[in-house]
């Protein structure tokens, strides 16, 4: 019988020699895999994500059209944008993208999670380029993209800041990156540990290290050490009475990010290919 350690090893592609292995944790990698066959059951393990979903693909969309001065009111708002979806499960935010007409790509580093997820996309007729990989594999071919989502990942990482200086290169000059995390607040361990995980049973127990959240002050020094412009902050926050997530000004226990990065100053460089 396989050690989970051994699980983990074969569902993450093969880390070269010398690479920055801090960027993932195998024991998260397994966890998240082990769940793959229920990316899609809104009332199984994955319930949160499914509720937290249009309050953050009305993040996504709204950040996405700001930046790019896509106008109100289109069918497809981001038509031929290029994202990248880094940590995509099971195509949960890709879809959604897809469907507004962005040109998508969704990286994880469990096999099973990317089988699911171009399982499902193809019985919904979406072309969605899913692939099981690391940041660092599309950083050493060169790839870039208009824009970088990068959701609910990075509290699950050893290296946050060595994490986000790699998925900030994979932003081309002029681009964005779109982020959600967790406040390291005793708020935030109190409902997105002890609520969320003990309590309620929302998430399996051990999801969350608290250790591993990120203030916003974190989050923006990060971001601007890896080359990207300060970060705009929005919360999301529970609604218990008709059990909905909604936007808000409170970042208290999770919130979301975008910051943009500066046009490049070379001429004549071509960065749109993704």
């Keep these: 019988m396989q050690t989970a350690a051994e699980t983990a090893t074969r569902m993450a592609p093969e880390m070269p020699s010398g690479g920055p292995a801090d960027t993932l944790d195998p024991a998260e990698i397994e966890r998240f895999t082990r769940c793959a066959a229920e990316w899609w059951d809104s009332n199984g393990k994955f319930r949160t994500l499914h509720l937290i979903g249009p309050a953050r693909m009305t993040f996504l969309r709204d950040a996405l059209m700001r ?20 940590g995509c499960g099971g195509g949960l935010v890709c879809e959604p993208l897809c469907r507004l007409g962005a040109r998508v790509t969704g990286i994880d580093p469990g096999l099973d999670n990317v089988e699911a997820a171009r399982r499902h996309a193809a019985s919904q007729g979406l072309a969605i380029d899913y692939r099981t990989a690391r940041v660092e594999d599309l950083a050493a071919e060169g790839r870039s993209f208009d824009a970088v989502a990068c959701l609910e990942v990075v509290e699950h990482v050893p290296d946050p800041g060595a994490f986000l200086k790699t998925c ?22 109190l ?31 990060h971001l601007q050490a890896a080359g990207l412009g300060a970060p705009a902050f929005r919360g999301l926050v529970y609604r218990p009475l008709d059990d909905s997530w909604s936007l808000s000004t409170d970042t ?4 979301f990010a975008a910051a943009a990065k500066p046009p490049s100053q070379e001429p004549g460089r071509d960065v749109s290919a993704a």
Aim: no cysteine; glycine share 10%.
């Design 191 to 221: 409902l997105a540990i002890v609520g969320a995980e003990y309590v309620l049973r929302w998430l399996p127990v051990g999801t969350h290290q608290w250790e591993r959240f990120l203030t916003p002050d974190e989050m923006a020094r």
């Design 252 to 255: 208290d226990v999770n919130y």
């Design 168 to 189: 900030a290169g994979l932003v081309r000059p002029g681009g964005l990156m779109l982020l959600s995390t967790i406040n390291r607040t005793l708020k935030a361990y």
């Design 67 to 86: 930046h790019f001065g896509r106008p109100q009111g289109a069918s497809r708002p981001l038509d031929e944008l290029s994202i990248l979806d880094i």
